[in-house]
């Protein structure tokens, strides 16, 4: 799916770089699995939206299409980083089974995420 796919303009961005990075974007308490995308772009819950996903696990980017389910607002005492939670869509299943395998000794632990 993500094959030679070029960003385009009003797509969001998510650049992973190692496994710690992976797990704090990750988000198992969403069903089909979710990433959270820093941005300081206005979302509502339920918007469709496009993310281009480059990271170490992949060897090219690849798109990601999915609603928002999480939205973190940056406000007055807000310690979060501002940005949406994008549930990933079925047909990216084999993404979540891969980002699982290599978290699992992770998934569930008490480290901090960007989410919870």
């Known amino acids: ?4 796919y070029e960003c385009r303009s009003g797509d969001l961005s998510l650049k992973i770089s190692d496994r ?3 797990y704090r ?9 979710g990433l959270f995308v820093p941005t300081a772009n206005t979302y ?6 496009r993310v281009v996903l480059s990271a170490y696990l992949l060897t090219e980017p690849e798109l990601i299409t999915g609603g928002v389910v999480w939205v973190a607002c940056c406000g007055f005492g807000s310690i979060r980083r501002p940005g949406v939670g ?5 047909q990216q299943a084999s993404l979540k089974r891969q ?16 989410t919870m």
């Open 86 to 90: 994008v549930r990933l869509s079925r």
């Open 44 to 49: 509502q819950l339920g918007d469709n939206v």
């Open 20 to 22: 710690v990075e992976l």
């Open 99 to 114: 980002i699982e395998q290599l978290l699992i000794d992770m998934l569930w632990s008490d480290y901090p995420t960007l």
């Open 1 to 4: 799916m993500g094959s030679n």
């Open 25 to 33: 974007h990750y988000m198992p308490f969403i069903d089909q699995g």
